[in-house]
Each structure stands twice: as structure tokens, then as C-alpha cells.
């Protein structure tokens, strides 16, 4: 029973991710990567937001029963995302040495998706304030 709780799981967060990069999109920005791991973790989704680098950690949940998909963002969860924001800047660094790139900003995406209603997006900017 507990390998298809964690299908699900998995399943629910691809369905969060495909919809905040649908919202990303739409609000101007340009998915560069999905799903870049490394040894330290992983990035949901690095964009551009113009000439701004933004790495997102998306969180999912199917309800609030256990409090919004944005409270599971601990400032530890922060410092590994600055971490891995640097590691990714340092496995890219030839393919963006002539682009540009202003800034750097880790953002975070919340997904409701609770089930027979419609999904809601919530979209922090510069968590790492």
C-alpha cells in the first residue's frame, strides 16, 4: 500500500511542476531546465525571468489539511537551494558565460490541486530574503 501512496506522491508532483511551469510561462518567463540534480540535491526548474537566472522550488499539495504546499519551504530547505543554485551556475558556466545574466533569485511555486476542483498557484518571488 505504501509504494502506491508514493506513485501518487510522485504523480502529484510532476502535475505540480507541469503546472507551474504553465504559470511561468505565461507570466513571461523562460524554462531553461527541469529537474537538475547534482549531488547535493535537486532544482525543480531553473528560469529566466528577463535577464534574471531563477531557480524554483515547487511544492504540491491535494489539500491544506496538513497546512499550505509553502510552509514546507524550511530555511533549511533555503540554504541547500542557495547551495545547489551555486552548483548549477558552476555546471553551466560555459553555456552561459556570454549571456545576460543580471541576477540570480530563487523563487518558490505553492500547488493546490485538491480533487474535482480547480488547482490554485501561488508564486513567492525572492524567497531568500
Sequence with gaps: ?????????????????DLACDYLREHGFIIVERNWRCTTGEIDIVARDGSTLVMVEVKTRSSLAAGHPLEAITPAKLARLRLLAGAWCQANEKRYARSRIDGIRIDAIGVVMPLGQPSSVLHIRGVER
Excluded: A, H, P, V
Excluded at 500500500?1 to 511542476?17: A, F, T
Design 1 to 17: 500500500m505504501r509504494q502506491n501512496s508514493d506513485r501518487q506522491s510522485i504523480l502529484l508532483g510532476k502535475r505540480g511542476e
